[in-house]
């Protein structure tokens, strides 16, 4: 019976390695093939090498199988910067151990504390305790007492507070003793399971040896719990309308909001998020309990709990279950009922990285906040565009637009005439050019789409017209060269003319033989530019 049991717990250790062997490969492939659509629509043929040491070393996909599916493809990838980037690894290890003075890592001050000493975090039913405080340090000492002020990290053996892990922040909240408070900002894990708590000393002094109460921000880690509750659920929506490829590719959740990166390669549609956004929020109507056990990690994935790619676990583990809806492994904090999360609100989708998305949403009071937050911008557009309320606004909108695409159309009426004027002056000032008029001007302020209205008549109305034209807008400055078809005929050519008189006040530009425009270089070089205008079409011009 021993040896069958053996052999039966070897053939499960087999069976979990091939499975991450499997999950490895496929996750290796799809990124893989992110970067492989990034090269052919950038038309290219040789993939990063530091994406490929990216793939090997992140990912633990075989550099062999990368060459092999890029050659399949007629492909390579840039082998001479894969192997610098290997290097650069090594002897960043190599520098690491030969500077490591502690279990292999750098000595901070909390290598100083008894090795043996650890802290029990006792938080996830509690949000106050009493316990003594038996380590104060700064930075660089160990100390005995704190004074108002003072920046320090208090160290006990059990508390309340959770160290930033798994994608959820840290606690914040406060630390009383009879003679004084500490503002808790930050808690680390720092080294053999001890957890230090960063704060301030707000009054008083705070001493060694002294019974504290350990009080977290209640209010924040309720919200903290929410958006990882809704974190896990979102997993698992994502899952069941997207495919079973996505997996969780990192997250981060605080009292604000939640934000989970995951794999899948293309954008998430506006259905497919309605649907995820309605699963999730169906899922908190339910009111499901959320069950969070700790067993053995035999037992945890005999239930098809998820594990975190690429994390690392001990023989207990602890699982979240929702139902059996979601059932993963977590050490954060979580509601125990889904109702208490209220509802849910995705705020975007984006890509962060080939074949990673992420979501960003919002749970409980920030999906109120956000509310208030489009009514105030709903009431202040509707103040802009003066409608009576907030009701109206797409009425009153639709209304404005009318109006404003009337007066585009007059103004473009408007400007049609003006140009046509404009070109009709300067038909009156054209000098002879070897058989072609030309005429030169500088209005200011004119813009770039206006000037171009004047290109558009001067070929309209007179075909045997060269004009080269100054706009001016500020501190940007135009050239326009127009050409009438006789003109063009006789051997002008707008690109060229406006690339040479451009060229006298550094600027650069050109474009079809009838119409070219170019930027102005030096302002203060624009009449000379437009007097060498004339023995610069002569060229063109015989």
């Given amino acids: 019976n021993e040896l069958e049991e053996r052999e039966d717990y070897i053939v499960k250790l087999l069976t979990n390695e091939e499975k991450h062997f499997n999950e490895t490969i496929d996750r290796g492939i799809n990124i893989l093939n992110g970067y492989i659509d990034e090269l052919v629509k950038a038309d290219l043929k040789v993939l990063d090498g530091r994406k490929c040491f990216i793939l090997s070393d992140t990912y633990g996909f075989p550099i062999d199988l990368t060459r092999e599916i890029l050659e399949e ?129 707000a009054e008083g002094t705070i001493s060694t040896g002294q019974v504290a109460t350990f009080t977290v921000d209640k209010e924040t880690r309720l919200a903290t719990m929410r958006n990882h509750t809704t974190a896990h659920l979102l997993q698992s929506a994502l899952r069941e309308v997207l495919g079973d490829h996505v997996h969780q590719a990192g997250q981060l959740v605080d009292s604000k909001r939640l934000r989970f990166d995951f794999s899948h390669f293309a954008a998430v549609t506006d259905d497919e998020l309605l649907r995820i956004e309605k699963i999730v929020n169906d899922k908190i109507m339910e009111a499901i309990p959320v069950s969070m056990v700790e067993m053995s990690i035999e037992e945890a994935q005999k239930l098809g709990a998820m594990a975190l790619f690429g994390e690392k676990y001990g023989n207990v583990v602890r699982v979240v279950s929702i139902a059996d809806y979601s059932i993963e492994f977590c050490g954060g904090t979580h509601v125990d009922n889904t109702s208490k999360v209220g509802l849910f609100k995705i705020l975007s989708e984006y890509s962060v990285s080939a074949g990673v998305r992420r979501i960003e949403g919002v749970t409980g009071l920030g999906v109120l906040y956000m509310i208030n937050d489009n009514i105030n911008v709903m009431k202040n557009v509707a103040s802009v565009i003066k409608s009576p309320n907030i009701n109206e606004i797409v009425n009153r909108a639709a209304l404005v637009m009318t109006d404003h695409k009337m007066l585009e159309k007059n103004f473009e009426r408007l400007r049609d005439e003006i140009s046509k004027i404009r070109v009709e002056a300067l038909s009156d000032k054209a000098i002879n050019v070897n058989g072609v008029n030309l005429v030169t001007a500088m209005f200011t302020p004119l813009k770039a789409d206006s000037l171009r209205v004047m290109g558009d008549k001067i070929r309209d109305i007179a075909p045997n017209l060269i004009a080269v034209i100054v706009g001016v807008d500020g501190e940007n400055g135009q050239f326009l060269v127009a050409c009438g078809k006789e003109a063009v005929a006789k051997g002008a050519h707008a690109g060229k003319i406006a690339k040479e008189v451009s060229a006298i006040t550094g600027g650069k530009g050109g474009g079809r033989p009838d119409s070219a425009m170019a930027g102005v270089g030096d302002k203060f070089k624009i009449d000379e530019a437009l007097h060498a205008a004339k023995e610069i079409v002569a060229q063109f011009v015989k």
């Fill in 73 to 201: 493809k007629g492909l390579e990838y840039d082998e001479e910067e894969f192997k610098n980037e290997m290097e650069i690894q090594r002897q960043t290890a190599r520098n690491a151990r030969g500077g490591s003075k502690y279990m292999g890592s750098d000595e901070t001050i909390f290598h100083r504390l008894d090795k043996d000493y650890s802290t029990e975090f006792d938080g996830y039913d509690k949000f106050e305790l009493e316990t003594v405080i038996d380590f104060i340090t700064t930075e660089d000492s160990i100390i005995d007492l704190a004074q108002k002020d003072d920046e320090i990290y208090i160290i006990s053996k059990i508390t309340p507070f959770y160290a930033e892990s798994g994608g959820q922040v840290n606690d914040n909240g406060i630390i009383v003793t009879e003679t004084g408070k500490c503002i808790v900002t930050d808690v680390r894990k720092v080294v053999a399971g001890k957890l230090a708590h960063k704060a301030v000393v």
